[in-house]
């Protein structure tokens, strides 16, 4: 028997920025990866999400920042699943707003899943854990699987719906990490990440490689981190983003993210740290990077950065929260 609810709940999920980076799926219905990844979930930017399930809805509806959406097909993968989860056969109306500065260039696909399933799960009466919140967001998109935990996080690629989820990393001592965010001028992304990641892992010679290299990766970024190495933590960082978009130029067709302004920050960091001032940056699926440091730098990095970018075009944050759902 299905029965249907009238319930609302809020949640509001940060974003994260992947250190060892996500890049292909091993099966695409369950956005189940290749292999595990490990992000920080950043303080400033954010989505807050209220979902409502409505008997008299005859379709699901999505408002994000009060603009009607007409793409549902990733929010309804965690519906669908929060429906089936619930028993209840109603559609739901969702409306979200990202709190993610236009100058941060940050996507919102984390922090907007991560929420989504928040709130879904809460206003279907659902008491769902974070693993199994975990899970539900990895369902809309597979970073927002990391997203419901804060600090740094880990997801744990596993083989299946049940055993692929995010969790906190633990005895991390490396704390004082800032993350300077340039914008790049950027053109409209023509590949999506999913696009993306299916052709580098259809194409690329180097893939196989690549998973040796993620598995080496977490095994030395996890050292660093509990071992309070900001150095290392920054080679591995930088080498690994790297590493990912050589398999973006090795594909076939060839592609990359890169525009000549991801380019120029490049330069600018080698500089900085020429200059003797620590700072890495990584770069996702796009063309804008994030500088990893350390709060005493940010400073001489924006002063820096300031001769050749607005400072409209620069900002600042540190390790962010988990999930906070309201009922
Ligand atoms: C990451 N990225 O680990 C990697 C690094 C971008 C580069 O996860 O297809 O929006 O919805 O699961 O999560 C961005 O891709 O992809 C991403 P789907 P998602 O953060």
Same mark, same amino acid.
């Given at each position: 028997m299905t029965t249907s609810v009238d319930n609302t709940a809020s949640a509001i999920a940060h974003t994260n920025i992947a250190l060892i980076k996500y890049w292909g799926k091993a099966n695409e219905k369950l956005t189940i990866p290749y292999t595990g990844s490990i992000s920080l979930t950043l303080d400033k930017f954010y989505t807050k999400t209220k979902v409502t399930f409505d008997s008299q809805l005859h379709a699901d509806k999505l408002f994000v920042n009060g603009t009607e959406q007409t793409n549902l097909k990733k929010a309804a993968r965690v519906l669908n699943r929060v429906r089936q989860l619930a028993d209840t056969n109603s559609f739901a109306k969702i409306e979200s707003e990202n709190f993610v500065p236009t100058s941060a260039g940050f996507a919102s696909s984390a922090s907007a899943f991560a929420a989504l399933a928040g709130a879904s799960a809460a206003a279907a009466g659902l008491e769902l854990d974070k693993p199994a919140l975990s899970r539900l967001a990895r369902l809309g998109s597979g970073s927002a699987s990391?997203?419901?935990?804060?600090?740094?996080?880990?997801?744990?690629?596993?083989?299946?719906?049940?055993?692929?989820?995010?969790?906190?990393?633990?005895?991390?001592?490396?704390?004082?990490?800032?993350?300077?965010?340039?914008?790049?001028?950027?053109?409209?992304?023509?590949?999506?990440?999913?696009?993306?990641?299916?052709?580098?892992?259809?194409?690329? =010679?180097?893939?196989? !490689?690549?998973? /040796?290299? *993620?598995?080496?990766?977490?095994?030395?970024?996890?050292?660093?981190?509990? #071992?309070?190495?900001?150095?290392?933590?920054?080679?591995?960082?930088?080498?690994?983003?790297?590493?990912?978009?050589?398999?973006?130029?090795?594909?076939?067709?060839?592609?990359?993210?890169?525009? =000549?302004?991801?380019? !120029?920050?490049? /330069?600018? *960091?080698?500089?900085?740290?020429?200059?003797?001032?620590?700072?890495?940056? #990584?770069?996702?699926?796009?063309?804008?990077?994030k500088i990893l440091t350390q709060t005493a730098n940010i400073p001489l990095i924006k002063d820096q950065l300031s001769k050749q970018f607005s400072p409209t075009k620069i900002s600042v944050a540190h390790p962010g929260p988990g999930i906070e759902v309201i009922k």
């Open positions: 990391r997203s419901i935990f804060g600090d740094f996080v880990e997801w744990l690629p596993g083989d299946n719906d049940e055993n692929s989820f995010a969790q906190p990393l633990e005895n991390v001592t490396l704390t004082d990490i800032a993350v300077v965010a340039v914008k790049v001028n950027a053109h409209q992304k023509t590949i999506s990440s999913s696009e993306g990641m299916k052709s580098s892992a259809q194409t690329s =010679p180097y893939y196989a !490689e690549w998973q /040796n290299v *993620v598995n080496r990766d977490i095994v030395n970024l996890k050292h660093a981190l509990t #071992t309070n190495n900001f150095s290392l933590f920054g080679q591995i960082s930088e080498a690994n983003a790297m590493r990912m978009h050589a398999l973006t130029l090795s594909s076939l067709p060839p592609f990359t993210y890169f525009e =000549p302004g991801t380019l !120029e920050v490049i /330069n600018e *960091v080698q500089d900085l740290r020429a200059q003797g001032i620590e700072c890495y940056y #990584t770069i996702d699926a796009g063309p804008n990077v």
